[in-house]
């Protein structure tokens, strides 16, 4: 029935009927779906991994770090291609020409596992996880295009793709498509996200063909210890509610852009332009000079926190990943990478367990939700919730005035004249007082956020 | 943006060069429409031009946007931008479009 799989392997060639063929399709081979592919291979499923791009990877684009506790579980990352371990972050803040920044750089970071956080590039990773289930027993197809679902009343059952006779059979379905989900959405198993919950984000990977060691003198390394770099405030992204980045790779840095999309479209800021801004900032731009362009690149992100997951359990499917909005960004916290393996690991756990019992209708494939809402992915989501609503109606207070204030009490407090330090002090408490609404103002912006990092 | 001193010129790649940096298969038609033609024409946003990072979108002059699928990073900003819902976003077919070698 499906010439597709002629392309894939001799085996499957032969057999007169390909119906039962394959117990699990899995829709795209990323993060999420290669994790959910290898834990139903190793359970004994027969898989069909679908990725459109001409490699696993080839259409991903993410900021650049890969979070590693629940994958370093699933497999060796021994030779995997990891770029740089991440042994400093540093949160900033940008006015238009200040920087107030913060550095966190323990001791613990560099040894192993090194906090499992991790540079790297998308089209080398998921290629290379891509291939770690494909040895644990799946069938990976690539230049492949999942189009719809196949469905027999209420329950999916299989997929069509765009390859003649393209339609598979499968008693379950894994969505793990991204952010951009055409699938999910025409099949009506989940709302088309807003643009108020969606960022975008634009990026360059960028060389320095001048000089030895550039990266590592720039950004203070030694062997393979790197570091993110993270911006907020006006100098990053304007007006809009975002921020900017730089990881260090392994010969190459990421810099980039992500803001909320509501704003790219109401503030006429289109993303190329509002990189090129960032990477001009007075605090940026000597981080970044003489460099080249290695790759430009742009995704949309799905920032709808808890209340946009969808219904992530369906008769004979679920989903995984992105697809679902499993992304946190909290302002210090910017985590996808980990919630993508941990969704693509429960959701293959749960259909494995339900096949066994041979159960495919949502009923049995809720376990994976519920596992989800147990562990850290939905946790998180939910202590974070209200977090989006509240720096929007704060959003000039903290991304215009609080640099500002910041740099010039810093100014005042170490200015260097003939007045008597306790001058510079109280000159640099009001700075700050009164751009955050006195003391009343500062004590509720406290309140208000504390529990971002308590 | 400063005339602060010691501060580097950062020079950007054209648009152009910038997309020169990925792959791309031309599949041929357009993986991007417009569904009502009319409602672009009475739109006086055009969040989908703002909102691209890659110039796909561009005022055409009838007022409908002119379309350059070529250019598209396949992020899909335009398909949420649209606050009137009226573009049509189809995954290239069989692997074409952008290839990413880094992403």
Known sequence: MSAILERVDEEVLEAPNYDGEFDAVVVGAGLAGSAAALTMAERDLEVLLIERGSSPGAKNVFGGVLYTPTIRELVDLEDAPLERYIAEKRFSMLSHDDETAISISPGEWRREPHNDSYTVFRGEFDEWFAEQAVEAGATLVTETTVTGLLREGREIVGVETDRPDGEIEAPYVVLAEGANSLVGEGANLKATESRENVAVAAKEVLEFPHGENVIENRFRLFGDAGVSYHYFGEGAVGEAFGGGFIYTNGDTVSVGVAYRLEDAAVNEQPPEETLNLFKSHPRVAPLLRDARTVEYSAKTIPEGGAESVPDLAHDGAVIVGDAAGLVLNNGVHLEGTNMAVESGYHAGRVIADANARGRTDADALEAYGRALEESFVVKNLERYAWLQETVEEDRELLFETMPTAFADAGAEYFRMDREPKAEHANRAKRAVIDALGGWRGLAKLALRYRKVVT | ?103
């Open chain 2, 1 to 103: 943006m400063s005339a602060e001193p010691d501060v580097p010129q950062i020079t950007n790649d054209s648009m152009e060069d910038r997309l020169y940096t990925v792959k791309y298969d031309d599949a041929g038609d357009s993986h991007l429409d417009v569904k009502v033609p009319d409602v672009c024409a009475r739109c006086t946003t055009n969040d989908c031009v703002s909102v691209c990072p890659a110039n796909v979108w561009r005022e055409g002059d009838d007022g409908v946007p002119h379309i350059a699928y070529e250019n598209c990073l396949e992020c899909s900003s335009c398909r949420f931008a649209c606050t009137y819902d009226n573009v049509v976003w189809e995954y290239p077919e069989t692997g074409a479009g952008v290839t990413f070698k880094k992403g």
